[in-house]
């Protein structure tokens, strides 16, 4: 059960990651940014990213570009 929760805030927090580094629509970066949850998530992936696979990694930095 913990690790479904974790796995879980986990892919929350990707999804979040990459709403925050490329908005869709004003509406979605106004709700991310009023959100008290966004910054948790945030700070998941920060944590895990370490753990990462290189994959994961490589994907990671094409799309910060």
């Known amino acids: ?3 479904g929760l974790l ?3 986990f892919f929350i927090g990707i ?3 990459i709403l925050t580094k490329y908005p869709l629509s ?3 970066s106004q709700s991310l940014e009023g959100s008290k949850i966004v910054p948790l ?3 998941i992936i920060k944590l895990v990213s370490p753990l990462l696979p290189v994959a994961l990694k490589q994907i990671k930095s094409i ?3």
């Open 1 to 3: 059960a913990i690790f």
């Open 7 to 9: 796995k879980g805030g």
């Open 15 to 17: 999804i979040i990651y």
């Open 26 to 28: 004003p509406f979605i």
């Open 41 to 43: 998530f945030l700070r």
């Open 63 to 65: 799309l910060s570009n």
